[in-house]
């Protein structure tokens, strides 16, 4: 049988999702505790691997098993033997058709900023903080030029292996709270580090350091050189993946 399991998770103590040769994987320990639950190796597959410190509010993983235990017994099971960094959040039979990764329709990001003059010890590991007033209007304008199916080879990390650069972005969403700025970013899918480039290119137009247009250029450049350095990993959040209505998981 196929079990599918929402997931959330504070990355900064991993090197990612992803099994690690070096330093410890969020995938490792997920999988340790399914398999005590399910008296034999778990395998999972995830909607999108994350990277080192990047957080997950609703990571969607699918998985297996012969085991028979209803979903209160996975869910309580598996969290007795969770760091508390970690956390099963919901559990749900499903049909051997679904696949976490490719029957995704879309991801949900949220990178979340702390614009003020005074850093602060309480968010170090969950906003990036940056002291400079930030224009959000400008921001926002740039940030048109990225909607729509492009080549985003310039926001795309060297060590990305997926097979075409070619994406479609569906939205980049910006919110303002007191000194807290959020961007949500939706998509069919992304590339390595695509969310945390795109946001370090939005912060350099935010500090006008570059011009609305500049993300044009940087778009149609297909150069990842072009676009500057990459917004932290800490400040990264899956929020939520899309799934067809025939899975019934979106709602959850």
């Not at 099963?88 to 976490?100: C, D, G, L, M, P």
């Amino acid at each position: 049988m196929r079990i599918v399991m929402g997931i959330e998770y504070d990355g900064t103590a991993y090197n990612g999702w992803q099994k690690q040769n070096i330093g410890i994987g969020i995938q490792t320990v997920v999988e340790n505790a399914l398999s005590k639950v399910a008296n034999h190796q778990v395998n999972t597959i995830c909607a999108g691997r994350t990277d080192a410190g990047v957080h997950a509010r609703n990571q969607i993983v699918h998985f297996d098993t012969v085991t028979e235990r209803d979903d209160y017994n996975w869910l309580a099971g598996v969290n007795s033997n969770l760091p508390p960094d970690i956390n099963i959040t919901w559990v749900k039979n499903v049909s051997e058709e679904f696949h976490a990764r490719f029957s995704a329709l879309e991801r949900t990001y949220c990178y979340e900023i702390l614009n003020q003059k005074i850093r602060s010890a309480l968010s170090r590991n969950r906003f990036w903080w940056i002291y400079e007033s930030l224009d959000i209007d400008l921001m926002q304008s740039g940030a048109k030029h990225l909607i729509g199916k492009h080549d985003f080879t310039s926001f795309r990390a060297a060590s990305c292996q997926a097979a075409s650069p070619i994406r479609e972005m569906f939205n980049i969403d910006f919110q303002e709270k007191g000194e807290l700025v959020s961007i949500t970013i939706t998509a069919n899918a992304f590339l390595q580090r695509m969310v945390r480039n795109i946001v370090g290119a939005l912060v350099q137009i935010g500090k006008q350091e570059k011009d609305v247009e500049w993300m044009y250029d940087v778009l149609k450049g297909q150069d990842r050189k072009l676009a500057g350095v990459a917004a932290p990993a800490h400040g990264l959040t899956l929020l939520s993946v899309k799934y067809p209505n025939e899975f019934d998981i979106s709602s959850i």
